[in-house]
């Protein structure tokens, strides 16, 4: 019963459809790297798993947003920056719409999008590289508005361009703009004409997208900046809370905030490490601090259980970890050293694991061990962009090619509750 009470939270405030089998978004339906309803292989065949079908792609790093098996690439073709609606089962081209770029990597030679799109009522919001925010229609691809929060709101360039993912809560779109014009760090938007519906804080933009909570009665906005963790009434830009999180110079935050329960998870690498938030009716409270256990430099941990089942490290210096850890007790309960660098979805009690040089790796979910189940090379270039699960199918992206992946099982189980439950 506890479950199902969450679950409906769960529905009212994330930006999902609610079809099922739907990756309306970034981290999947529930924007937590969970998704309900699917029945994976426990192995694969000889070589990997099966490949549907795959493309070639432009630059980027944006993973795919799917809905009623309708899948949404957004990538950069030449000074084009391009979103596709494809077929799921087949990855053939329904529209495509382009608009013009001219943004050109500094600290990163990247120069095309990497916020994942977002999929909304029959609408498609995609965020580019270079700052335009656009609306699009989910059926032909029209552009229904574009807004230029670069111009609108002087905003730096930043390290690597735009690359936080808008959210949608109480029916706006909110936005880690990073603006210096009129406090316009975080921004909300009209969802049918773009207009501007408040703005607050004055920090820069980050690389952590925002997820949404209801809790103690309200809903939250909670966004990682470039320099804080802070919870934001989403009807009207108010301030609930707000902790120092992230250093100046060259660093960024890049995981997205993890809610278990009426408590709020922020991890960066860089020297930040982790940061562990209570939230109360009219307050929050930092509960730790610890820059030993996890320190990922861009994937979000997935709750499994209460529990925290992430990546340690980062992608260009030194070795990274898996490990699963108590938030309460900051106790390590497994770890997998010199794992690599990877991003996470939990399914079917089952971690699918992209790793950044292209393996795909299945393993058991749990809190007691970790359990390898299948590992396969998949890609054959650098792979950051994160992973999409639809019905049974995965879709993965590296820098110069896009695959779908049959995962399905081949004699499915009854539907469950899963274990991913708020303690």
């Known amino acids: 019963m506890r479950?199902?009470?969450?679950?409906?939270?769960?529905?009212?405030?994330?930006?999902?459809?609610?079809?099922?089998?739907?990756?309306?978004?970034?981290?999947g339906p529930y924007r937590n790297g969970h998704i309900r309803g699917e029945s994976l292989a426990k192995s694969w065949p000889e070589g990997?798993?099966?490949?549907?079908?795959?493309?070639?792609?432009?630059?980027?790093?944006?993973?795919l947003a799917i809905?009623?098996?309708?899948?949404?690439?957004?990538?950069r073709i030449?000074?084009?920056?391009?979103?596709?609606?494809?077929?799921?089962?087949?990855?053939?081209?329904?529209?495509?719409?382009?608009?013009?770029?001219?943004?050109?990597?500094?600290?990163?030679?990247?120069?095309?999008?990497?916020?994942?799109?977002?999929?909304?009522?029959?609408?498609?919001?995609?965020?580019?590289?270079?700052?335009?925010?656009?609306?699009?229609?989910?059926?032909?691809?029209?552009?229904?508005?574009?807004?230029?929060?670069?111009?609108?709101?002087?905003v730096g360039e930043g390290y690597f361009g735009v690359g936080s993912t808008p959210i949608i809560v109480e029916n706006k779109l909110i936005v880690n703009v990073g603006g210096k014009r009129k406090n316009a760090g975080i921004v909300a938007f009209s969802l049918d004409k773009g207009i501007t519906l408040w703005q607050t804080m004055q920090d820069d933009a980050s690389y952590s997208s925002p997820v949404s909570a209801f809790l103690h009665g309200r809903y939250y906005a909670i966004f990682i900046t470039r320099l804080h963790l802070v919870g934001v009434d989403p009807r009207n830009g108010n301030v609930l809370f707000q902790f120092p999180f992230g250093?100046?110079?060259?660093?960024?935050?890049?995981?997205?905030?993890?809610v278990v329960g009426?408590?709020?998870?922020?991890?960066?690498?860089?020297?930040?490490?982790?940061?562990?938030?209570?939230?109360?009716?009219?307050?929050?409270?930092?509960?730790?601090?610890?820059?030993?256990?996890?320190s990922s430099q861009y994937t979000t941990p997935v709750e499994y259980g209460g529990t925290l089942i992430g990546i340690?490290?980062?992608?260009?210096?030194?070795?990274?970890?898996?490990?699963?850890f108590d938030p309460k007790s900051k106790k390590v309960l497994w770890s997998?050293?010199?794992?690599?660098?990877?991003?996470?979805?939990?399914?079917?009690?089952?971690?699918?694991?992209?790793?950044?040089?292209?393996?795909?790796?299945?393993?058991?979910?749990?809190?007691?061990?970790?359990?390898?189940?299948?590992?396969?090379?998949?890609?054959?270039?650098?792979?950051?962009a994160l992973p999409a699960l639809s019905n049974g199918l995965l879709f993965v992206r590296s820098e110069k090619t896009l695959k779908c992946l049959q995962l399905k099982s081949d004699n499915p189980v009854p539907e469950k509750p899963d274990k991913a439950t708020l303690k």
């Open 3 to 27: 479950f199902l009470k969450y679950i409906l939270l769960i529905m009212l405030y994330t930006a999902s459809d609610s079809f099922a089998g739907d990756w309306p978004q970034i981290l």
């Open 48 to 63: 990997g798993p099966i490949t549907k079908w795959q493309r070639t792609v432009g630059s980027g790093f944006a993973g």
């Open 67 to 75: 809905s009623q098996n309708v899948a949404i690439l957004f990538h």
């Open 78 to 154: 030449g000074d084009q920056e391009t979103v596709e609606a494809l077929e799921a089962q087949t990855g053939k081209v329904i529209w495509k719409h382009s608009i013009p770029v001219n943004y050109r990597g500094t600290f990163n030679p990247n120069d095309g999008p990497i916020a994942v799109p977002l999929i909304y009522n029959n609408r498609i919001y995609v965020y580019g590289i270079s700052g335009k925010l656009q609306c699009l229609d989910f059926k032909t691809g029209k552009q229904i508005w574009m807004r230029d929060t670069h111009k609108d709101y002087q």
């Open 247 to 258: 250093k100046r110079g060259p660093t960024v935050n890049g995981a997205n905030p993890v």
């Open 262 to 294: 009426k408590y709020i998870f922020a991890t960066a690498s860089y020297g930040v490490g982790g940061l562990w938030v209570q939230t109360e009716r009219d307050s929050a409270s930092e509960v730790w601090r610890n820059g030993q256990i996890m």
């Open 312 to 324: 340690d490290g980062r992608q260009d210096i030194g070795s990274s970890r898996l490990l699963c």
């Open 336 to 384: 997998k050293d010199d794992f690599g660098y990877a991003t996470l979805i939990e399914a079917d009690d089952k971690l699918i694991i992209m790793k950044s040089d292209g393996k795909l790796v299945l393993a058991e979910a749990s809190q007691e061990e970790y359990k390898e189940l299948a590992r396969a090379q998949v890609l054959n270039s650098t792979t950051r």
